[in-house]
């Protein structure tokens, strides 16, 4: 099992930047997707981007062109750059990663708030 600790939430205004990290603990053997997930209130967890073992990446179209995902598997890390960011984007996100045979490990969430 992996233990994932997520940091870098907090409060920004419209338009800035933030930056995610989520750094993981235990065995890595098979993991293959690393990605973020952001959940806001009232609403379902959702895929914000992934990034496979190889380097291929995919967004949520709400934020192609925006955020950023970035992976450093020497340091078993996964990164979210987060520009231009809007207030529905609020919400708690979650550093996921995936082994190759489906099974999820979930950090506790890091809460990024922008007003407007």
Not at 2 to 7: A, F, I, P, R, T
Not at 23 to 50: C, H, K
Not at 68 to 90: F, G, H
């Amino acid at each position: 099992q992996v233990q994932l600790v997520e940091s870098g939430g907090g409060l920004v205004q419209a338009g800035g930047s933030m930056r995610l990290s989520c750094a993981a603990s235990g065995s890595m053997f098979g993991i293959d997707t690393m990605g973020w997930y952001r959940q806001a209130p009232g609403n379902q967890r959702e895929l914000v981007a992934s990034i496979t073992s190889g380097g291929s990446t995919n967004y949520a179209d709400s934020v192609k062109g925006r955020f950023t995902i970035s992976r450093d598997n020497a340091k078993n890390t996964v990164d979210l750059q987060m520009n231009s960011l809007k207030p529905e984007d609020t919400a708690v996100y979650y550093c996921n990663f995936r082994s190759l045979w489906g099974n999820d490990d979930w950090g506790q969430g890091t809460q990024v708030t922008v007003s407007s």
